[in-house]
């Protein structure tokens, strides 16, 4: 059962068949934006969907990494509010754009990139994709990625392998 929580401390508890778990305590706001991993590295996709990741993180799967000036997107949650609406715990419609209502800015490394779009992606329930172009003056590395959204920023520690 989901409901409404405001945004500060809140006690959680979890409640299955065999009882109701003890309570903890947690901090509920409004954006806690985060990127999926593959290990330390960010699930990374180009626009035809193959993936912008780091040589060898499939063993017998072909990856390519990001290139500089390539336009990736990351996949993530907890980017917050959506304009429109989106519908609360279902899965998002397709034929409506579900952007984030605040703006995201993201870096690589110390270089800020072109945000093209962040935004719910249909089918699926609080999966956000954003749209990014990697730094054209990075050189070759890792680099971590990190989105602000609502003055809330994601874990520094996730990782993109760019390249040339």
């Known amino acids: 059962l989901f409901r409404s929580v405001g945004t500060g401390p809140a006690q959680i508890t979890v409640t ?9 305590t947690a901090i509920s706001q409004a954006a806690q934006p985060a990127f999926f991993q593959w290990g330390s590295y960010a699930v990374a996709t180009r626009t ?3 993936l912008a990741v780091k040589n060898g993180t499939f063993p ?3 990856t390519v990494p990001a290139k500089p000036g390539d336009i990736i997107i990351l996949w993530g949650a907890g980017f917050g509010l959506t304009s429109p609406a989106a519908p609360v715990g279902a899965e998002v419609p397709s034929g409506t754009i579900f952007n984030t209502a605040a703006p995201v800015s993201m870096m690589v490394g110390s270089a800020p990139a072109v945000v093209y779009g962040a935004a719910l992606a249909s089918g699926f329930a609080g999966l956000y994709q954003v749209a990014i172009q990697i730094p054209a003056s990075l050189p070759d590395g890792d680099y971590p990625v990190v989105a602000t959204v609502d003055g809330v920023s994601s874990p520094a520690s996730t990782l993109i392998t760019v390249r040339r």
Do not use: K
């Open 16 to 24: 299955t068949p065999s009882g109701t778990s003890a309570p903890v």
């Open 48 to 50: 035809d969907y193959s």
């Open 60 to 62: 017998g799967t072909t």
